[in-house]
């Protein structure tokens, strides 16, 4: 298979800042998409995988799965895309396509493995996937995705990501009017679930740690705020939520979170902390509540959620970055100074 050289920015060891390299990547094959990356967000899971924080990473580490982009070339049997069309990748480039999970849409479950948009075997090369921190990407038409017009590109980066990873789980347990929601955290994840709670048609009560965010979360959508370290925090809301999608990334108190679901009523893990977190079973048991998880969402979810997001207007809120920022940008994420995503001008990327 015949490749190009692509300049790209990417990690050489877990211990080495990011820096400009050049990569190969795949000439089209008959059904994949060559696209020109305008933007792409910067997700925490970029981090962790360029500094080997959730097993060992393949060097080197082009991260970025929040593309969004211009089509510059199609494979001959290429029937859903066009030179010239603004598309979007996220967190997949492929799957088995076979097994139960990904007949039935659910391709971030296959059972071979998806493969991921970066650090994941590739099957045309025989090495790792390389991601959107480069000038251009291809990917099979199958996990290309249409952006709505009417949506800002960079703001819309992170949907590819943040947005699905909200949006599932609240379509997943058909959150609507009438619902009330607890999103636990304001960061990116977090913003995301409040506008898209409130866009569904729920209330939305946010859990935060932060006075100082509280203004923010209502400017968002949110309804009420639970500033979770005040006197009596955990009483208004005790048995009256419907949903709770947790965002959180580090250890905090899930029985008391669950202390506020109504009977039978569902909290969902998106966030991934790094140490396990032990739950009393009382908090279970008692109200026969759920304690689950969800992980993004399959193709034809994502576009739905892209779909509804230019239905209503949904984009993140984001700070826009030249790609030689992008190591400060790190070291401001892990110190939760940026409201509340990056997204990289791939311009920048001479």
């Known amino acids: 298979m015949t490749t190009n050289s692509v300049k790209a920015w990417g990690a050489a060891a877990a211990d080495a800042p990011l820096k400009e390299i050049t990569i190969e990547r795949r000439t089209n094959t008959a059904h994949d998409v060559e696209i020109e990356i305008l933007f792409c967000g910067i997700c925490h899971s970029d981090i962790h995988t360029a500094r080997s924080e959730w097993g060992a990473a393949t060097y080197p580490v082009v991260p970025g799965h929040e593309i969004i982009g211009k089509v510059l070339s199609v494979g001959a049997h290429v029937k859903k895309f066009k030179t010239g069309d603004i598309v979007g990748v996220g967190c997949m480039v ?14 971030q ?12 075997p590739d099957k ?10 480069s ?29 699905i990873t909200t949006y599932s789980p609240l379509k997943h347990w058909n959150i609507g009017k009438g ?36 203004a923010d979360a209502k400017r968002l959508g949110a309804d009420d705020v639970v500033l979770t370290k005040e ?18 990334s580090a250890e905090h108190p899930i029985d008391k979170y669950l202390s506020q679901l109504k009977v039978d009523k569902t909290m969902c893990l998106v966030g991934l902390p790094e140490n396990p977190m032990a739950v009393n079973a009382f908090s279970v048991v008692s109200y026969r509540r759920s304690l689950s998880g969800s992980i993004i969402g ?3 979810e994502t576009q739905e959620m ?45």
């Open 231 to 248: 006197e009596g925090a955990w009483t208004k809301y005790r048995t009256k939520l419907d949903f709770i999608i947790d965002t959180v």
């Open 179 to 214: 619902d009330t929601v607890g999103v636990v955290g304001i960061g990116g994840l977090g913003h995301m679930a409040i506008k898209i709670a409130k866009a569904l048609g729920a209330t939305v009560v946010v859990y935060t740690t932060s006075p100082g965010k509280a």
């Open 124 to 133: 045309h090369l025989g090495i790792q996937t390389f991601g959107g921190y």
């Open 135 to 163: 000038k251009n990407v291809v990917v099979d038409e199958n996990f290309v995705l249409n952006i709505p017009e009417n949506l800002d590109l960079a703001a819309a980066a992170p949907l590819l990501c943040a947005g």
């Open 298 to 300: 399959g193709i034809a």
């Open 109 to 120: 479950f296959c059972e071979e493995g998806a493969t991921y948009t970066y650090n994941s």
């Open 306 to 350: 892209l779909d509804f997001c230019g239905e209503h207007g949904i984009v993140a809120d984001i700070e826009l970055i030249p790609i030689n920022q992008i190591n400060d940008a790190y070291d401001r994420m892990l110190r939760s100074d940026i409201k509340y995503r990056f997204v990289i001008d791939m311009a920048t990327l001479a």
């Open 94 to 107: 492929d799957s088995c396509r076979t097994c139960e999970h990904c007949k039935s849409g659910y391709e």
